[in-house]
């Protein structure tokens, strides 16, 4: 029986003389290893913290001390140690989350999986506890340097201090890196206290040989001693941790046990907030990882684990590539065009862009508040800026797109990547929010592209924009074949208009935001064969309407929007709201995800519970058409 197999929850693992931690710890990254690369997910993140997690469940009692972790993609260790080792559909419907899961185990206290809020959540907790007098239990922060780039993370800090009577840890998994090399100032600073170990031992020295200098040694190393902060902040700025408030522990190698154990065990016993300041290597254990520059393997697609070829191969376009092609040859002819990232150069698609024009690529951490803010200031002096952030985060900045960029109607576009539905990752992930959210922003403009080459259109048209922003959205994953246009009437590209010889006039109208076009093409099919004649338009600028899709709308029978967005106040809303405006009383009805968080499961799984696929868009528009529509004979034979 293996050690790993034995270990069934924490109060196994305690019992494993310390003298088999290495063994155990070997174990485990063989099997994440194996396991990660059979199926996907987050491989480096957690092979970096393995000791460290082994050292956390033996110094604390967990549930009951409350081990909480940021962004959550570095818990397949902690999973393992507690209870959770079937790893054969992880991030599949059915399997283990590649986050932290309530659902799953008690273990799992929160399941944030957006970086920079574990402090908060912490601060919170361990503020509750001392108010309801519980003094037996712990709160415990995992935090990477990465997510400390993020202002959320140091407004925590600032309120964590204020008390220092009230127990928290916080342990810093400190490997230089978040997706990529971790960047910035803080940065540089936890560079510094990796360089300055000595400095303890240097004073320890100094103070025995100048107490032994007869006279002058005492006054010279109180001297010293009272200069020591000045001091020791310029040889070891751990000070900016002390100025805060925070008791401060390292820093320490996060891959010796025995040496992490105890620091932890010294700061759980302080009784008021302390860092502990671990260092680690991203992918430690796995040659191909650690010498993967880009980003150690950070996250991986199934692949062979001795050559690391994929297990089935991509033989498509990535639409990140495609965008990160398009702006690659803006740049080149655009000199006032500046691009900004949030941690996630190579993500989406920056890299080229980053190294043809070093001058004008901004990459600032896990900070995407500051990036929309930071473009406003790029924009207000003249500069074009893209900023590339995930969908799903673009949620951190909305108050930055709305009172920063809008209000002063700047030019700045906005690139979501891992629109719509991205599946695996699950609720976190899912990027089904920026369609509604988006919509209340006055003057702003976004575009849905439906293939590669609208992409590379709606991107061009986006960059033109001086006088408000603009936002260009996409999916994750491979770009379909292109889909054609019959025709254009103003912005609207018609993909398809199907005529019945039995009557004339066209019956239902079918709206498709982005990708949503083949799909809504094969319901089209299905619906001409089944009596009804349909048209099928892709609006390309789906915020604000355009005027000519009111004067289609108006021309059918029946209006049915079709999105990879929720669809409370997405685009059919704001088509309804536009029909009405104009008097137009055609009927409207609204496809789109359920205003819910989608559990992790496979692109293509969710969209088909959801309805949007060729024959559950198909199957729904008829139900409407056949409840809603006047029955055609009927009419007829009145209008004759």
Not at 404 to 424: K, M, S, Y
Request: aromatic share 6%.
């Amino acid at each position: 029986m293996s050690l790993l197999s034995s270990v069934r929850g924490p109060a196994d693992l305690k019992q494993l003389p310390a003298n088999r931690l290495p063994e155990l710890a070997e174990e485990i990254r063989d099997f994440l290893i194996e396991a990660v690369t059979r199926t996907g997910g987050h491989l480096g993140p957690n092979l970096g913290v393995v000791e460290l997690t082994i050292a956390l469940h033996r110094v604390f009692d967990s549930p009951r001390d409350r081990i909480l972790w940021d962004t959550g993609h570095q818990t397949y260790v902690h999973k393992l140690l507690t209870g959770r080792q079937d790893f054969g559909r992880l991030r599949s419907r059915g399997g283990l989350s590649g986050y932290p899961s309530r659902a799953e185990s008690e273990h799992d206290f929160i399941e944030n999986s957006h970086a920079s809020t574990v402090l908060g959540y912490a601060d919170g907790i361990a503020k509750a506890q001392q108010i309801q007098g519980s003094t037996d239990r712990q709160t415990v922060a995992v935090i990477g340097d990465g997510a400390l780039t993020g202002g959320l993370a140091w407004e925590a800090l600032n309120n964590i201090a204020e008390a220092q009577d009230r127990p928290l840890v916080i342990v810093v998994n400190d490997n230089e890196r978040s997706y990529a090399k971790t960047i910035g100032g803080l940065a540089n600073h936890l560079a510094t206290l990796r360089t300055t170990q000595g400095y303890e031992r240097f004073l320890a020295w100094g103070k025995e040989a100048l107490q032994r200098t007869p006279v002058v040694g005492q006054p010279i190393f109180e001297a010293l001693h009272g200069a020591k902060k000045g001091f020791k902040d310029s040889f070891a700025p751990q000070g900016m941790f002390e100025d805060l408030g925070l008791k401060y522990l390292g820093p320490i190698d996060g891959h010796d046990i025995a040496a992490v154990e105890s620091a932890l065990r010294r700061a759980r016993g302080f009784g008021g907030p302390v860092i502990v300041h671990c260092l680690t290597v991203k992918g430690r254990g796995y040659r191909p990882a650690e010498q993967d520059e880009a980003d150690r393997f950070h996250a991986v697609n199934a692949m062979d684990p001795y050559t690391c070829l994929p297990i089935s191969p991509s033989g498509g376009t990535s639409w990140t590539s495609v965008f990160g092609a398009e702006i690659l040859d803006l740049g080149a002819r655009r000199p006032d065009l500046v691009a900004i990232t949030a941690a996630m150069l190579q993500p989406v698609g920056l890299a080229p862009f980053a190294k043809a024009f070093p001058d004008r690529i901004f990459d600032v951490g896990i900070a995407e508040q500051h990036a929309a803010v930071s473009a406003a200031g790029l924009a207000t002096a003249g500069l074009h800026p893209v900023v590339a952030v995930y969908a799903t985060f673009l949620n951190r900045a909305f108050d930055q797109v709305l009172m920063d960029v809008a209000l002063h109607r700047l030019g700045v576009t906005f690139v979501l990547d891992r629109a719509g539905v991205t599946g695996n990752d699950g609720a976190s992930h899912n990027g089904q929010w920026d369609l509604s959210l988006l919509q209340v922003v006055p003057g702003l403009r976004l575009a849905a592209p439906r293939d590669a080459e609208q992409l590379r259109v709606q991107l061009r048209e986006a960059v033109e924009v001086s006088d408000a922003p603009t936002v260009v959205r996409y999916p994750k994953g491979e770009i379909g074949p292109a889909v054609p246009a019959v025709d254009r009437i103003g912005g609207v590209d018609v993909l398809l208009r199907t005529e019945l010889p039995a009557h004339p006039g066209q019956d239902i109208l079918l709206v498709s935001v982005g990708t949503m076009a083949p799909a809504c093409l094969d319901a089209a099919a299905l619906l001409t064969a089944d009596g009804f004649a349909t048209t099928v338009v892709d609006p390309r600028w789906v915020k604000p309407v355009d005027p000519e899709l009111v004067r289609l709308a108006a021309g059918h029978r029946l209006v049915v929007t079709v999105e990879d967005g929720g669809r409370t106040g997405g685009v059919g809303s704001a088509l309804a709201q536009a029909l009405r405006d104009a008097d137009v009383d055609t009927p409207l009805r609204d496809l789109g995800l359920p205003q819910e968080f989608l559990s992790h499961a496979a692109r293509g799984e969710i969209l088909e519970e959801a309805g949007l696929t060729g024959t559950g868009i198909a199957a729904q528009t008829a139900a409407f058409a056949k409840r809603l529509l006047p029955i055609r004979g009927v009419n007829e034979h009145r209008a004759s």
